[in-house]
């Protein structure tokens, strides 16, 4: 959350200095903005527990079938089909 926190601010600093130097570009009075000063204090916040709720003991069928042969397969590949 800090990375982010200090992403923001690099990103603030970069518009702001884009858009003074397109201000003294256009001849516009320009305006400084000094972010020195500002101190951003941040915190994450998270859950202190967390409950999953299991299937509690059922049984899933699957979904896979085991196949017993392959004889139609070996046919098809003997023959070059």
Known sequence: M?????LSLILVILCSMCSIASAQE???ESVE?????DVIDGSTKSPEELYIKGLGGSKINTLITIRKDFQKEIVKSAEGT
Not at 33 to 37: G, N, R, S, V
Request: proline share 0%; glycine share 8%; net charge negative.
């Open 2 to 6: 800090n990375a982010i926190c200090t």
């Open 26 to 28: 256009s001849g516009d």
């Open 33 to 37: 903005y000094d972010f020195e000063e």
